[in-house]
């Protein structure tokens, strides 16, 4: 599978490489989907980044993805309520457009797209 990679100074991963991915995020109370660029660590010999910190992790948490929501229409917000399930998730290889990581249907959601 094809990735693009990100040069980076440093991962915790011996042998593997930051890649490109995309972030859709639903707001699941107005079904709005925005697209939040992020960087992966593939690690070698995987055929896509680990999902843990999207599914169990730091960015599972509804506080972090609102964030990155917001970033993804050019909005700095501070969040202060932590909570599960105001936003879903799906990730995207941009080089193959396959979703490796789905946690909603995207059928007649809207979308925003962003840098």
């Known amino acids: 599978m094809k990735w693009e990679t990100i040069e980076k100074k440093s991962h915790p991963i011996k042998g593997g490489s930051w890649v490109r991915a995309i ?17 992966e660590i593939l690690a070698d010999g995987e055929g896509f980044p680990s999902v843990f910190n999207w599914e169990e992790n730091n ?11 917001e970033r993804a229409a050019g ?8 909570s599960d399930g105001r ?29």
């Open 87 to 115: 936003f879903s998730v799906n990730l995207e290889n941009p080089v193959t457009g396959e979703i490796y990581y789905r946690e909603f249907s995207p059928a007649n959601a809207e979308v925003s797209h962003t840098k």
């Open 23 to 39: 972030a859709h995020i639903r707001k699941n109370e107005t079904g709005e989907i925005r697209q939040y660029e992020t960087h």
């Open 59 to 69: 960015y599972s948490c509804d506080c972090n993805r609102e964030l990155f929501f």
């Open 75 to 82: 909005n700095e917000i501070e969040t202060e309520e932590c």
